[in-house]
């Protein structure tokens, strides 16, 4: 039983697409993170939600609470933008999804 | 500023072995983790420790150890290494447990 579930597994788009991914949780949390994992392996921190939405230039985040669901948006999508997704809800313990691969074809 | 670092970035070692994985941070951040994640999957917490002299385990802690020394450092060691500890180890530093992680550039081991 995943605590963290994310969707899609594996995504490839055109570049210029709006992406979405998606973090359903089932525990209760205190913040929700978004990392970035690119192919050389290094990890970014991307986004740490409570509530609403954040914004960090073509990328935006948003938590519903009540629907205990999390989405990154990915504007104008870029070949840059190609990496590994993780979705970390914190409460009790720290829960992670298991990751969704984007590709992004010039 | 550094921001995380962690060494060694590669090591090898032979079943049994034990080695010490370093980790430091010069943000003042309070808390500390240790993850590993292996090939094709996602990232399993080991320890992490919320404040300087606390630890505690996370997801996978069998066969570390780890010591929180100061507000900076805070150390991994595997007493007797086995090829199931083969990974990559990634440490981080946030704020708070609820804050932001930075993360290390993460250390690549091998145990034969």
């Known amino acids: 039983k995943n605590e963290v579930e994310q969707s899609p597994q594996n995504l490839t788009a055109q570049e210029g697409e709006f992406i979405t991914i998606n973090c359903s949780y089932s525990?209760?949390?205190?913040?929700l993170h978004w990392l970035q994992q690119h192919p050389g392996g290094g990890i970014v921190s991307l986004f740490m939600l409570s509530s609403g939405k954040k914004k960090h230039g073509r990328l935006i985040a948003t938590i519903n609470i009540q629907e205990k669901h999390s989405s990154l948006h990915i504007t104008a999508s870029h070949p840059r933008d190609s990496a590994v997704y993780i979705c970390v809800a914190t409460g009790n313990q720290f829960y992670f999804g298991t990751g969704t691969s984007l590709t992004v074809i010039p | 500023n550094a921001g995380v670092t962690q060494t060694p970035k590669f090591q090898v070692l032979k079943t049994g072995q034990s080695m010490t994985l370093q980790c430091a941070q010069d943000m003042n951040h309070n808390s500390m983790y240790w993850y590993r994640q292996d090939p094709g999957m996602g990232l399993r917490l080991i320890y992490y420790?919320?404040?300087?002299?606390?630890?505690d385990k996370g997801e996978v802690p069998n066969g570390y150890n780890v010591s929180r020394l100061n507000k900076r450092e805070f150390s991994l060691r595997l007493e007797s290494a086995a090829p199931s500890q083969t990974s990559v180890y990634f440490c981080a530093s946030s704020g708070d447990r609820e804050e932001t992680q930075y993360f290390g550039p993460g250390t690549r081991l091998l145990v034969l």
């Open positions: 420790s919320a404040s300087e002299g606390t630890t």
């Open positions: 525990v209760g949390i205190s913040a």
